[in-house]
């Protein structure tokens, strides 16, 4: 069974900060999305990567898909209340069938005015 | 506003009852996915339906199931719900019936089930 494990599980930061949350697999995946669900809302979709290696910048949040496409970070530079959430990882195992994503049970982010 | 509307947003029913929920997809999306979600186990994909026709099948129990009209509108139905069956349940949209790496879903706002 793939699995994607999400670290760390809660982070409590002042706005200002950076941060950085994992997320990580033993099995390779042909693409990887990450999401921000606000409470009371479903999951919106911030980014995929497919590439191993590859970076993606969004504003202050930079994507990075290892290498080996096992696992992926996400980075936020001087982060905001509104960044506040829980970021969800999303992985298609098989390349062109992302019907079945693997989800990882997410980060919860507070940032703190 | 997603476009994906799901109703209602809450529903508090009683053990061994029968519930429908509701979604309707963004304008132009044939794919309709249902997920739950809960504290202890995140995610699960429930089931897919693309076009009116079941397209993959996830970890969806026995009590529960599922269509998609001819309008592209789906229902989830749960039955002989238990106290375990209380989740967020996400009903989203896709374009296509796999989707291109880049595609994501867009997911609605959910249903709220409460089962005392």
């Known amino acids: 069974t793939q699995l994607l494990e999400q670290s760390p599980q809660f982070l409590s930061i002042q706005e200002g900060e950076n941060l950085t949350v994992y997320c990580n697999s033993s099995?390779?995946?042909?693409?990887l999305q990450w999401y921000r669900q606000e409470p009371g809302e479903g999951p919106v979709l911030l980014v995929t990567?497919?590439?191993g290696g590859e970076v993606k910048k969004l504003k202050r949040l930079t994507f990075q898909f290892g290498d080996a496409r096992k696992d992926s970070s996400l980075h936020i530079t001087a982060a905001q209340p509104g960044d506040t959430g829980l970021y969800l990882c999303?992985?298609?195992?098989?390349?062109?069938?992302?019907?079945?994503?693997?989800w990882g049970l997410g980060t919860s982010l507070a940032v703190n005015p | 506003d997603s476009g994906v509307t799901q109703t209602p947003k809450h529903l508090i029913t009683a053990t061994g009852q029968r519930v429908t929920l509701r979604c309707s997809p963004r304008?132009?999306?044939?794919?309709v996915y249902w997920y739950q979600q809960s504290l202890d186990q995140g995610l699960q994909f429930l089931i897919q339906?693309?076009?009116?026709?079941?397209?993959a099948k996830g970890n969806i129990l026995e009590r529960f199931s599922a269509q998609q009209f001819p309008d592209l509108h789906s229902e989830l139905n749960l039955s002989s719900l238990e106290l375990g069956d209380s989740a967020l349940y996400f009903c989203?949209?896709?374009?296509?019936?796999?989707?291109?790496?880049?595609?994501?879903?867009?997911f609605g706002s959910g249903t709220r089930l409460t089962v005392v």
């Open positions: 999303a992985g298609a195992p098989n390349a062109g069938n992302n019907r079945k994503l693997i």
């Open positions: 989203a949209s896709s374009v296509g019936v796999i989707g291109p790496p880049n595609y994501g879903y867009t």
């Open positions: 339906y693309y076009n009116g026709e079941e397209r």
């Open positions: 990567v497919v590439t």
């Open positions: 099995s390779v995946f042909s693409s």
């Open positions: 304008s132009g999306d044939l794919s």
